[in-house]
């Protein structure tokens, strides 16, 4: 659930101090950030065709997009396209994880049973 979390976030990363509204840089980057998850088999749904392990290695696979600039109106702004998410990326690959005890019983919450803090 993070994971895809992460991944939807991405479309949304990149800014622009346009107080007109007028660039579409905004749009252009999220469509190519969706064609660059496309290709890696990351759109839609990334978890439920591959491992969440599989799907994390993809995404660091994938960097940033490429925004064409090409026919945009000249805006004044400066646009960002930042690696948005390395850290959370990195965040999720140290997390815990899953308690198998947890999992595999019927309770809603941690107990002095787990085999790990949670």
């Known amino acids: 659930m993070e994971l ?7 479309a949304s990363s990149a ?14 980057h999220t469509r190519a950030y969706i064609g660059l998850l496309r290709s890696a088999k990351l759109w839609p749904m990334a978890t439920a065709k591959m491992s969440i392990s599989e799907a994390i290695d993809a995404l660091e696979k994938t960097g940033n997009p490429r925004v064409s600039l090409d026919g945009m109106k000249k805006c004044s702004s400066n646009h960002s396209t930042p690696n948005y998410s390395t850290k959370k990326l990195d965040e999720l690959k140290n997390s815990i994880g899953l308690c198998l005890d947890c999992v595999f019983s019927d309770r809603t919450a941690a107990t002095p049973d787990c085999r790990i803090k949670h």
């Open 15 to 28: 800014t622009c101090g346009d107080p007109w509204g007028e660039c579409d840089f905004l749009s252009r």
């Open 4 to 10: 895809d979390q992460l991944i939807v976030e991405g």
